[in-house]
């Protein structure tokens, strides 16, 4: 995982490339390499990245890292959230994409158990 800077006039260049917009430095959003990109199929999509020691954290997909191997360039907000030096640059991570519709699914169940208790 590296630095991105999504707002204007930060070292991600210009607006993210799947919605037009610059992003606040305290969103949890990414950019991926290429590859991953898979030509914007994953705009908009969430990812769950883990650190080394396994704490999550969702992000979406904004931007393509043009140029990049194997590479989530994560924005600030992400890096301070797994207690990261930003000034390191680069942190080892996992990452997967995340079925936001098992989430969703969840989630409804929760509410009409709070609702209905059962």
């Known amino acids: ?18 919605d037009g917009q610059y992003h606040s430095d305290e ?32 992000a979406m997909v904004v931007d393509e890292c043009a140029g990049c191997d194997n590479e989530v360039g994560a924005s600030i907000h992400i890096w301070r959230n797994f207690r990261l030096d930003p000034s390191l640059g680069q942190a080892d991570i996992k990452w997967s994409d995340l079925d936001t519709s098992t989430l969703r699914k969840h989630a409804m169940h929760a509410v009409e158990w709070f609702r209905y208790g059962s």
């Open 1 to 18: 995982m590296t630095v991105n800077g999504f707002q204007q006039g930060e070292g991600g260049g210009g607006p993210a490339s799947c």
């Open 27 to 58: 969103e949890y959003v990414v950019s991926l390499s290429s590859e991953w990109y898979a030509d914007g199929a994953r705009c908009g999509k969430t990812i769950r990245i883990a650190d080394s020691g396994n704490t999550y954290i969702n």
